[in-house]
């Protein structure tokens, strides 16, 4: 257990620079604070499986990801170490041996989607799911009128960023699915399918329930309209993936009454 903490905290103090400027994301951009469920599930999947083999490859990662890191910081695209970040993570685990190859990828949704994949989207996507939700706070007596990228009242007007229509969410819904499968003792791909389609249905369900939210607090007016609408459509989506993991890893903690070997507590294998 020392040695494998002693090994996290080397990995960390070696992205301090990429680690530091991922605090810094997180303070500015709260819809992003939702990745950091995948280290939780990550450690969960890598428990109810156990260890496993530890692989050379793994060390390779590790390398590998120590010299994007380094490469980031040297062209100042500092950003780009987190991709390094999440690499090293998974080298570590797998090198380590303390978990599966599909269990230590759910580190990648550490990542959040770039800005430049949420602009394929935008601004069709959040325009659509703006309109859809004036109409249901239309429906509910609220008067709410949209735009191409705004949601307005006669008062307030709340500007959509790229990342409200929806992408970044669906993608860390998909997570959740491939944590789920993970956890899944069948394994099979129709069950993979059917949760992925799930997942789909709920990212989609959890930002229209978010716009709508906005809209209804954007009508209530006042000077802090546009600011309390604001923080609703950033603080649900990541709320809803917390809240959604922890309801995952609560189900098959219960599925088989068993916790597995603590893949951290056993260490380094040989």
């Known amino acids: 257990m020392a040695w494998a903490l002693l090994l996290w905290a080397g990995l960390a103090f070696a992205f301090a620079p990429t680690l530091r400027g991922g605090l ?94 949420h602009d394929l989207g935008s601004p069709w996507l959040e325009g659509g799911l703006a309109q859809a939700a004036a109409a249901l706070a239309g429906g509910l007596g609220f008067d709410v009128v949209h735009g191409r990228d705004v949601l307005a009242t006669g008062a307030a007007t709340l500007h959509l960023a790229d990342h409200d229509g929806g992408l970044g969410l669906l993608v860390l819904f998909a997570g959740l699915a491939w944590f789920d499968w993970q956890c899944d003792p069948q394994r099979s791909l129709r069950g993979l399918l059917r949760m992925g389609l799930v997942c789909l249905l709920a990212a989609g369900a959890v930002q229209l329930a978010s716009l709508t939210l906005a809209a209804i607090s954007l009508a209530q007016a006042g000077v802090e309209a546009a600011g309390r609408a604001r923080s609703i459509l950033d603080g649900v989506p990541w709320i809803m993936i917390w809240t959604s993991g922890i309801v995952l890893a609560w189900k098959h903690r219960r599925s088989d009454g068993s916790t597995g070997r603590d893949p951290i507590a056993v260490g380094v294998a040989p």
Not at 30 to 58: D, H, N
Not at 93 to 103: E, I, K, T, V, Y
């Open 24 to 117: 810094e994301h997180l303070t500015h951009e709260p819809w992003t604070r939702a990745t950091l469920i995948f280290p939780v599930l990550a450690y969960l999947a890598a428990r109810k499986q156990g260890p496993s083999m530890p692989s050379r490859v793994g060390w390779l990662l590790v390398a590998v990801g120590v010299a994007i890191q380094l490469v980031s910081i040297a062209g100042g695209f500092v950003p780009v170490g987190r991709l390094g970040f999440v690499l090293a993570a998974i080298g570590l685990c797998r090198g380590a041996g303390w978990c599966s190859l599909p269990a230590a990828l759910l580190l990648v949704f550490l990542i959040p989607l770039p800005h430049a994949i």
